[in-house]
Structure formats: structure tokens, C-alpha cells
């Protein structure tokens, strides 16, 4: 299958600070790629929308300018969370999709853990 | 309703046993139908995808759909204490974002 890889897979900050958080695609092009958020035994809440060379679209309750996304190219979205706080600390997941013959499919990164002190 | 119902478990089994996991959803425009497997700590990995009614088998994992009742059916046979997991039903209509619901977790006891 798709390989889909984030970095960093865990990240530690200060109160006020910013952080990113890469996700690319390695053996396929994304023009759509998205970001989740998951909180510890909760399911996976869709943050974002992201296509290629376009502004993403947050859903409803998704602060944008705290989150800001950008999806330089076909192979990397960028996630990052600004001014971040502890509420903020959870587990950031991106995904990518892909036209197979079955139909489209998202393929999930492994993860980035983020804690905010 | 919510789109995406799933019976959150946790569901025990001892190894060797077929599990049977469920899920109905509520959009009769849902097309494609994906089952992921998310161990803790890790993001999802998608083990089986199908865009039609029907059985489709992959080794020990059988999806089935049912698109008239909007049910959707993952079996493990001869479970592993390796398949203890959530596991995530997703269907979509293709073109827009996956929505999931609660997940079941399911521990196989060895």
C-alpha cells in the first residue's frame, strides 16, 4: 500500500510556542490531503481539508489561523499549530488520498504526539 | 442519526475464534466502504477497501456489504493476539473527507 510518513512523531513545547508538523506522501502524488486530530480513546475528528496549491478548508469549530495548513506540493502538507497551549496537546494525524482502481482511498500517516507544556 | 454507528466494544475473544465486527451507516451516497485496523499510539492502516455489495476476502479478512440494509461487516478468522486492536469502519462517497465513528477494540486473548 501507500506509504504516508509525518514528522516529528512526537514533539514536546512551551506554552506560546508554534510548532510544525510535515506530512508527506512517499510513493504517490496527493493533490488532497487532510488533517485529523485525536484525543485519547476518542475517534478521529477531521480538522481540515487540504488540496494542493489552494486554501484549506477547516471544518466547523477548527480555529484556521491556529491551525494554519499549507500544501506546498503534490507530496507534503504542513500543519502548524500556532501560539499553542495544553488543550492543544493530542495526537495529529494526516492523511492522504489516492485514486485506486477500486475507487479513492486515504492512506494515514503514523502520527505526531504533540504535549504542550 | 449519526453517519457512522459502530459498536465502541471492547469486545474479548480467545485467540483462534472468528471475530465479527459491525458497522451501519445512514448516507445512501456512501460508495466505498474501507475497514483500518489502528493499534494504540499509531495512526490507522487501512486493511481492506470495496466499492460494492458483496464479500471481498484478503488472507484471514472477509468485508462484507450490504448497501440495501446500509450495514457493513468485517470477519477475522483464526483471530491472533496481534489482531487486538480498534478497529474502523469508514464508507464514503468518494469525494469527500472519511468521517469515522467510535471504533471497536478488540482484544484477542492468546
Known amino acids: 500500500g501507500a506509504v504516508v510518513s509525518q514528522h516529528p512523531s512526537r514533539v514536546i513545547c512551551k506554552s506560546g510556542t508554534s510548532v510544525k508538523i510535515e506530512c508527506r506522501s512517499l510513493?504517490?502524488?496527493?493533490?488532497?490531503m487532510f488533517w485529523y486530530r485525536q484525543f485519547p480513546k476518542q475517534s478521529l475528528m477531521l480538522m481540515a481539508t487540504?488540496?494542493?496549491?489552494?486554501?484549506?478548508?477547516?471544518e466547523q469549530g477548527v480555529e484556521k489561523d491556529k491551525f494554519l495548513i499549507n500544501h506546498a506540493s503534490l507530496t507534503l502538507s504542513t500543519l502548524t499549530v500556532t501560539s499553542a497551549h495544553p488543550e492543544d496537546s493530542s495526537f495529529y494525524i494526516c492523511?492522504?488520498?489516492?485514486?485506486?482502481?477500486?475507487?479513492?482511498?486515504?492512506?494515514f500517516g503514523p502520527g505526531t504526539r504533540l504535549t504542550v507544556t | 442519526q449519526k453517519e457512522v454507528e459502530q459498536d465502541p466494544g471492547p469486545l474479548s475473544v480467545p485467540e483462534g475464534a472468528i471475530v465479527s465486527l459491525n458497522c451501519t451507516y445512514s448516507?445512501?451516497?456512501?460508495?466505498?466502504f474501507m475497514w483500518y485496523r489502528q493499534y494504540s499510539r499509531k495512526g490507522p492502516e487501512l486493511l481492506m477497501y470495496?466499492?460494492?455489495?458483496g464479500n471481498k476476502e484478503d488472507g484471514r479478512f472477509t468485508a462484507q456489504v450490504d448497501k440495501s440494509s446500509k450495514y457493513i461487516s468485517l470477519f477475522i478468522r483464526d483471530s491472533q493476539p496481534s489482531d487486538s486492536a480498534t478497529y474502523l469502519c469508514?464508507?464514503?462517497?468518494?469525494?469527500?473527507?472519511?468521517?469515522f465513528g467510535k471504533g471497536t477494540r478488540l482484544s484477542v486473548i492468546a
Open positions: 492523511s492522504a488520498r489516492v485514486a485506486l482502481a477500486g475507487g479513492p482511498v486515504q492512506y
Open positions: 510513493d504517490f502524488q496527493a493533490t488532497t
Open positions: 487540504s488540496n494542493e496549491g489552494s486554501k484549506a478548508t477547516y
Open positions: 448516507n445512501s451516497a456512501f460508495q466505498y
Open positions: 470495496t466499492y460494492s455489495s
Open positions: 469508514a464508507p464514503s462517497s468518494g469525494n469527500t473527507p472519511l468521517v
